[in-house]
C-alpha cells in the first residue's frame, strides 16, 4: 500500500538554528515528490517537486533533497515567518492520474 | 489570476441538514480534486475530475457524498444528510494534467 511518512511531528526551532524534516515513502513507482507549506486558515501552497534521486531544489531557506526511499527539507537559518506546516506527498506510477497522497505534516514553529 | 475560489469559507450546520461545498478552479486547468482534511487524517483526497468526467471517487466515504463538475469552471461536494463526523476543512485544487495542484482556501464545515 502507498504510504507517506512525515517526521516530527512538531518541531520547534529558535530563530536561526538550522534543522531538516523527513518524508519516507512507499509507492509502486514515484511519479514525482511535493513539497507544500500550509499557513493557519489557508490552503497549501506549493514549493518544490522532486522526480529522481539525487535531485536537489532550492528556494531561500530552503532545500529539499531526494532519495529512493525519502525525501528532506532543510531549513537554514530559519526565521519566524519561516513557520508553518509542511507537507510532504507523492503521485506514484501505477495511476493514470495525477492525484497526491500527502503525509500528516511537520508543524514548525520558529521562536525570535 | 484569482487562484482557486471556493465557497463557502465556513459553513455551520446541524445533523442531517444538506450541505453544499462550491468551487472554481483555475481556468484553463482541466484536473480537479476534492480534499478532506482532519487532524486525524491529515489530507484524504475524496475524489478527481479529468475534463469534467470523474475518474477515481474511491476516497468518497459513503453514499452520502456526491460530486459534480458540470463544467470546466465550477464543481460541487454535496454531502446529504450531513453527520457531526463530517466536520472538517474541505479543499479544492486543481491543476493542468499532472502538473502542479493548486489550492483554494478550503471551506470550514461544522456539523452539530
Known amino acids: 500500500e502507498d504510504q507517506v511518512t512525515q517526521s516530527p511531528e512538531a518541531l520547534r526551532l529558535q530563530e536561526g538554528e538550522s534543522s531538516s524534516l523527513n518524508c519516507s515513502y512507499t509507492?509502486?513507482?514515484?511519479?514525482?515528490l511535493f513539497w507544500y507549506r500550509q499557513d493557519p486558515g489557508k490552503g497549501p501552497e506549493f514549493l518544490f517537486t522532486?522526480?529522481?534521486a539525487g535531485e536537489e531544489k532550492e528556494k531561500e531557506r530552503l532545500k529539499a533533497t531526494l532519495t529512493k526511499k525519502e525525501s528532506f527539507l532543510h531549513i537554514t537559518a530559519p526565521k519566524p515567518e519561516d513557520s508553518a506546516t509542511y507537507l510532504c506527498a507523492v503521485r506514484h506510477g501505477s495511476s493514470n492520474t495525477g492525484k497526491l497522497i500527502f503525509g500528516q505534516g511537520t508543524t514548525l514553529q520558529v521562536k525570535p | 489570476d484569482a487562484g482557486v475560489i471556493q465557497s463557502p469559507r465556513h459553513e455551520v450546520t446541524e445533523m442531517g441538514q444538506e450541505v453544499t461545498l462550491r468551487c472554481k478552479p483555475i481556468s484553463g486547468h482541466n484536473s480537479l480534486f476534492w480534499y478532506r482534511q482532519t487532524m486525524m487524517r491529515g489530507l484524504e483526497l475524496l475524489i478527481y475530475?479529468?475534463?469534467?468526467?470523474?475518474?477515481?471517487d474511491s476516497g468518497m466515504p459513503e453514499d452520502r457524498f456526491s460530486a459534480k463538475m458540470p463544467n470546466a469552471s465550477f464543481s460541487t461536494l454535496k454531502i446529504q444528510p450531513s453527520e457531526p463526523r463530517d466536520s472538517a476543512v474541505y479543499f479544492c485544487a486543481s491543476s493542468f494534467g499532472q502538473g502542479i495542484l493548486f489550492f483554494g482556501s478550503g471551506t470550514q464545515l461544522s456539523v452539530l
Open positions: 509507492v509502486s513507482g514515484l511519479r514525482g
Open positions: 522532486l522526480y529522481s
Open positions: 475530475f479529468n475534463n469534467n468526467v470523474p475518474i477515481d
